[in-house]
């Protein structure tokens, strides 16, 4: 069975950093394109950022940009997101997931056939 596990989310003032981990199991990694979401409470899930199978294509969503990083290294079946400049509205459960069927990212969540069970990051101010 199909696992991706979230790691790295905790408690972090304004202007901290976070690095989040999600290493996949059971999957054929370098063939999905990864995405990480964030939910915050009573707000539905929303796009943070993509990358494409090889690494070579990434997008943001407007909120994050020039502030998160995404990554992947495919031999450690593991894709990362890193997180600077932290401020409390990036307070949200952030779940990583796989698409099999794009090859250069993808920020509809529709596509994504997997999905982890969340990391919780909080930014006090």
């Known amino acids: 069975q199909v696992q991706l596990v979230e790691s790295g989310g905790g408690l972090v003032q304004t202007g901290g950093s976070l690095r989040l981990s999600c290493a996949a199991s059971?999957?054929?990694?370098?063939?999905?394109?990864m995405g990480w979401f964030r939910q915050a409470p009573r707000k539905e899930r929303e796009f943070v950022a993509t990358?494409?199978?090889?690494?070579?294509?990434?997008d943001y969503a407007d909120s994050v940009k020039g502030r998160f990083t995404i990554s992947r290294d495919n031999a450690k079946f593991t894709v990362y997101l890193q997180m600077n400049s932290l401020e409390p509205e990036d307070t949200a459960v952030y779940y990583c997931?796989?698409?099999?069927?794009?090859?250069?990212?993808?920020?509809?969540?529709?596509?994504?056939?997997?999905w982890g069970q969340g990391t919780q990051v909080t930014v006090s101010s």
């Open positions: 997931a796989a698409d099999p069927f794009d090859a250069n990212g993808n920020a509809s969540p529709h596509m994504y056939h997997y």
């Open positions: 990358i494409g199978r090889t690494g070579s294509v990434t």
């Open positions: 059971r999957l054929s990694f370098s063939g999905y394109t």
